[in-house]
Nanobody
Framework: QVQLVESGGGLVQAGGSLRLSCAAS????????MCWFRQAPGKEREFVAG????????YYADSVKGRLGISRNNANNTVTLQMNSLKPQDTAVYYC?????????????????WGQGTQVTVSS
């Protein structure tokens, strides 16, 4: 059974940091792009950050550029999202997703495995 399991969410004050992790099991995703999406209450799920299959390129939503960093370890089948200088508008459930392709896209339809999500709450 293929699973993606996120961890590391929590409550943090504005300006603080969190580190989210995503552990994959059941198959290797070393040939697939991996991404983080988020969904705030009442809003659609949106792309946050993505990394290509070999870690060679990373992509970020404009709203998080310069504050978040995505990385991956294909040997351990893990993906990490380092979140710095957090803002209240970053509050959302964060989802790890494994893509169908080598490259990163922002379309939810291009990701066929999803984690259950981890809550990030940033207080002002």
């Amino acid at each position: 059974q293929v699973q993606l399991v996120e961890s590391g969410g929590g409550l943090v004050q504005a300006g603080g940091s969190l580190r989210l992790s995503c552990a994959a099991s059941g198959r290797s995703f070393s040939n697939n792009a991996m991404c983080w999406f988020r969904q705030a209450p009442g809003k659609e799920r949106e792309f946050v950050a993505g990394i290509t299959w070999n870690g060679g390129r990373t992509y970020y939503a404009d709203s998080v550029k310069g504050r978040l960093g995505i990385s991956r370890n294909n040997a351990n089948n893990t993906v990490t999202l380092q979140m710095n200088s957090l803002k209240p508008q970053d509050t959302a459930v964060y989802y790890c997703a494994a893509g169908k392709y080598y490259g990163v896209t922002e379309s939810l339809d291009d990701y066929d495995y999803w984690g259950q999500g981890t809550q990030v709450t940033v207080s002002s």
